[in-house]
């Protein structure tokens, strides 16, 4: 039997006035349509923080300050294990761009719910509304 293919990703909780930055996923990507923490994968030789630093700034044009882990869960998809950790962040410059994404909304942890989010991603929205 193949071992699944194990992929490492980060994903940024930014928090800014007691809401939590939610990303939709653009056409251009797998999971079409539904909501994440903006990240992705780490790179050899790369730590969880800095590949964080790296993807929002490629991804949305801005600098954040990465904060303490959030949570770390494994997700099995089609194309393979996705292992997501997720960290709370703060942004530190410029306002979000739309690159990857389709739509990046503020919300309050309560509002969250209302979204489609990806599997991997729920544990860390159910976390955040516990910790508020």
Do not use: N
Not at 22 to 33: F, Y
Not at 60 to 86: K, M, Q, S
Not at 96 to 120: I, Q, Y
């Amino acid at each position: 039997m193949q071992a699944r293919k194990q992929i490492h990703v980060v994903g940024a909780v930014i928090v800014r006035d007691s809401e939590i930055l939610c990303a939709r996923r653009g056409a251009d990507s797998s999971l079409t349509g539904m909501w994440e923490f903006p990240g992705g994968k780490i790179e050899p030789g790369e730590t969880p923080r800095a590949a964080l630093e790296r993807e929002i700034r490629e991804e949305l044009g801005c600098a954040i300050d990465v904060g303490d882990a959030l949570t770390t869960t494994t997700h099995p998809y089609d194309f393979g294990d996705v292992t997501l950790t997720t960290f709370w962040c703060e942004l530190r410059s410029d306002v979000p761009k739309l690159t990857e994404h389709s739509e990046v909304r503020w919300l309050s942890p309560a509002e969250m719910t209302s979204l489609t989010w990806a599997p991997a991603d729920l544990p860390a929205v159910r976390a955040i509304m516990s910790a508020h």
